[in-house]
């Protein structure tokens, strides 16, 4: 058996995020479990070191797929890393492609393994709208207070409980993170928000923007945000930040 680890691309505006939840569902997960069965000629199951959202975006994912070394559609042989990343990205949908195979070590898992990610959130706020960004932005009314924002990241930075940020209110496991970087700039029309950290809950990066830019709106005061942290009560925080501003970078390992 072969552990073949992979870090791949894709844009997530047709689908229905990462994780498989039925054999006919449109996520990424699925797409690459069936062109990885269709090359091995058995069941093959991939792993990620993360679930990203309907909508959102990466430019690192990574995950890996153990299976057969034996190659069926080749008579046996083996295919290189370098072929297994030629034979995904031939039959792959133009909009998710395979940037680097490697074989892994059999202990190599990308979720368990992975000790931090960093994601970025990207707004845009100029006077006309950005059509040919329009998929990987979110496209604000207003220009919010960017100098307020920072002050409000800085109390967000650290070991927290993260329940406030967290759209899963059925959550039982622990919902302490540690994010040891948040980061917003502006680059002309373009605001940044880099979010760095050891692993984030679901759906807590686009919570974060979406109460940051509350910050930015004046609705929310910088010297809030601890007491928001402190209620551990996700009605506390901002809105939800739409899918399509959010892109995973990279995961640390």
Known sequence: MRNIRLRLQYEGTRY????????????????????????CGEPVEIA????????????????????????KERGGRERTPDEIRD???????????VKEVKEASERFH???????????????D???????????VTVLEKRPDLEKMQQAAAYLEGKHDYKSFCGNPRMKKST????????????????????????????MVRILVGTLLEVGKGKIKPEQIPDILEAKNRQMAGPTAP??????IKVDY
């Open 126 to 136: 100029g006077p006309v709208k950005p059509v040919f960004q329009r998929k990987y």
């Open 87 to 97: 034979y995904m990205n031939r039959y792959l949908p133009d909009d998710i492609a």
């Open 48 to 71: 990620a070191s993360g679930r990203t959202d309907a909508g959102v975006h990466a430019r690192g994912m990574v995950a890996n797929a153990v299976f057969d070394a034996a190659d």
């Open 16 to 39: 229905q995020g990462w994780q498989k939840q039925t054999s006919t569902d449109n996520t990424i997960q699925g797409k690459m479990e069936v062109l990885l069965t269709k090359m």
């Open 110 to 124: 990308a979720r368990y393994k992975a000790v931090g990610k960093l994601y970025r959130y990207t707004c845009y």
């Open 176 to 203: 302490v993170r540690v994010v040891d970087k948040i980061e917003i700039t502006r680059k002309g029309s373009f605001i940044y928000f880099d979010f760095h950290g050891t692993g984030f809950l679901q759906n």
């Open 243 to 248: 899918p399509q501003g959010l892109c995973l």
